[in-house]
């Protein structure tokens, strides 16, 4: 059973002979028929269409899916890599058809032409009971699907292949499908591979195809065609096919809202009935939920009940400690993974009012006076470091930083706050004069790093030892929670939601969102504030925030124009105080309307004449 475990993951991680399979046609191979004589080739080419699921855990380790990675949170206004790299194309603007940042298109559909190889000789194994082929046949059929929802998730309308096996190296001469063929056949599809998949993995497959997975992925799709961008959106309107039928949902249709909510909600029930083994992670101890302890163990304790869908990071794990570790002799980490001003801003204070509501012209921000949040003085005050042998750690520091939410703390390290790791108990100094200071390129831009995938126990001085095995939380149950609220706040049914908002905010350790906003229920415009900040702060760094601004159709204000940090370039180190505490602008982005779909490449493009490119493209 071991082997199997190694031959899985190994093959997902590119690490093994896998890429022979990768690199060639099925039906290029001399014996395809041959693959299939023996289990464990039969099985060596199954975590072969396995793998073309994106890794969306490149966000933060940064290795490669395709040419360029996964960019989505340093694309997003929330973060900023040191390294540079497709991302860096995406803030400025500089990518096109011709040299797009990323390019899914063909790869994706490389893996639907795997998946569907795959399912039509996997019957031919005699190694395989009947039981194994049905299991097998339905985690390909999910790859399928998922490669499907990816292409729309990024390129909207796309040609919807199904089941058939298409040469992805010869032509596709067929016109794209339109949005809502495209989201039913996907959403359909996602429920139909549910019921025939686990509802969870036995321990050595975590991390393969689930049920939850499939319905969660349905739950999103259907809340991001119910959104802006996808429902009635003029910009797509004169985009048609051939024959004169849009190809984009030009009509604003409310309903939808109603098709996401009964999608998040079917999950809900079926997890507090038992029917499937998920659920929020959180603590009974109310003083755990406080400090954030509760919330921060969703993201180090390996595999808990709230991933949906998760990546076991392997041997990689050793990158959610490293890469955002401040550099600098003391550490010796990256400082790759940046936090930006505009994200600090937007967690709550520790009575939950939302202290940034906005920002001028100039970019100051527009403070709610209420909220009890101030960006003068220094203060001595104790914050938790998620670790059992040091409880807090006080020091002083900036105001800006004092009675902030939980989510903060165990999210985001300051400067003159502490790395949260057992042995690095001081001060950090993220600026380009101090103790974790650098001046080779992966130096720390913005003045604060990310700590929240880092685990309070582990060794600085030695990463590699992976004592803390942990898995990349591609989609968790809170997001489905947060789903089912938006869209009734969007039906005007707020009220209906609050316990399951209340649910994330209390394992958050933050108050019931109706105790501070008490207007939350009649206010539709407040509501749709609230929530929004809410996901933009439970689901930070996670490849959410990009798709969420895109969706809102408010990129092109999150996305565009200076991006701030803290003045990590100070004079030096004696005037740190009185030049670091400063809103600076660390780089100047670019979003545009045509960038909330990616450019088909051009590549693909020439080849299908009856391709139609995004407009703006």
């Known amino acids: 059973m071991k082997s199997k475990f190694f031959i899985y993951f190994m093959c997902c991680l590119g690490l093994v002979s896998c890429n022979d399979y990768l690199d060639k046609q099925p039906d290029d191979m001399q014996t395809i028929e041959g693959v299939f004589e023996k289990r464990s080739s039969t099985e060596q080419y199954l975590a072969n269409v396995l793998s073309y699921l994106p890794h969306q855990w490149d966000n933060l380790c940064m290795q490669t899916y395709s040419t360029y990675g996964w960019p989505f949170t340093p694309a997003s206004d929330e973060a900023e890599w040191g390294a540079v790299r497709a991302y860096a194309v995406m803030q400025n603007g500089s990518h096109s058809a011709a040299s797009p940042a990323i390019n899914f298109w063909t790869p994706l ?292 930083y004092k009675d902030r939410e939980p989510r903060f703390y165990a999210s985001v390290a300051y400067n003159e706050g502490v790395w949260p790791n057992t042995s690095t108990d001081a001060p950090i100094y993220l600026n380009k004069y101090g103790t974790e200071g650098s001046s080779n390129s992966d130096y720390n831009r913005t003045g604060y790093l990310v700590t929240k995938f880092t685990h309070p126990s582990s060794s600085v001085t030695n990463p590699y030892a992976l004592q803390w095995r942990r898995c990349w939380p591609n989609f968790r149950y809170a997001e489905i929670l947060l789903n089912y609220v938006e869209a009734k706040i969007e039906l005007g049914e707020t009220a209906d939601a609050l316990v399951y908002w209340n649910m994330v905010r209390k394992r958050a350790g933050v108050p019931d969102i109706e105790s501070v906003y008490p207007t939350v229920t009649t206010d539709k415009d407040l509501a749709t504030f609230l929530i929004r900040r809410e996901r933009q702060v439970e689901f930070a760094f996670e490849n959410v925030r990009w798709f969420d601004c895109n969706r809102w159709m408010i990129s092109t204000e999150t996305n565009h124009g200076n991006a701030y940090g803290m003045n990590v370039n100070i004079s030096s180190l004696n005037n740190m105080r009185a030049e670091y505490y400063k809103r600076t602008v660390f780089e100047t982005r670019v979003f545009l309307e045509k960038q909330y779909l990616q450019p088909i490449p051009q590549s693909s493009m020439t080849k299908n004449l009856k391709l139609k490119q995004n407009p703006g493209w």
């Open 109 to 400: 559909y490389r893996g639907i032409r795997e998946s569907n190889v795959f399912r039509q000789h996997v019957g031919e194994c005699a190694e395989l009971s009947e039981d194994e082929i049905a299991l097998w046949t339905a985690e390909a059929r999910y790859v399928n699907i998922m490669c499907h929802y990816w292409l729309a998730m990024l390129y909207g309308p796309i040609i919807l292949v199904k089941d058939e096996v298409i040469d992805v190296n010869e032509t596709i001469y067929r016109e794209r499908d339109s949005w809502e063929d495209c989201v039913n056949w996907i959403t359909e599809s996602l429920r139909e591979v549910a019921a025939d998949l686990p509802a969870k993995q036995e321990e050595i497959y975590a991390g393969k195809p689930t049920k939850a997975a499939a319905l969660a992925y349905r739950s999103r799709m259907l809340l991001y065609s119910a959104s802006k961008l996808m429902n009635g959106n003029p910009y797509y309107a004169s985009v048609t096919k051939e024959d004169g039928t849009p190809l984009f949902s030009v009509k604003a249709d409310p309903e939808k809202w109603r098709i996401a909510a009964d999608a998040a909600k079917e999950i809900i029930d079926m997890c507090e009935s038992g029917t499937m083994p998920y659920g929020l992670y959180t603590s009974d101890s109310e003083e755990e939920c406080k400090k954030g302890i509760a919330y921060k163990k969703v993201f180090t304790e390996n595999w808990n009940m709230e991933l949906l869908d998760a990546k076991d990071l392997g041997d990689d794990v050793y990158f959610l400690d490293l890469t955002p570790a401040p550099n600098g002799e003391r550490f010796k980490g990256h400082a790759t993974a940046c936090v930006t001003q505009q994200q600090v801003d937007a967690y709550a204070m520790s009575n939950g009012r939302y202290p940034i509501t906005g920002y001028q012209k100039d970019g100051s921000p527009i403070i709610d006076e209420t909220s009890g949040y101030t960006e003068e003085g220094f203060s001595i005050f104790t914050v938790p470091t998620f670790n059992t042998t040091n409880s807090g750690y006080t020091g002083e520091a900036y105001n800006m």
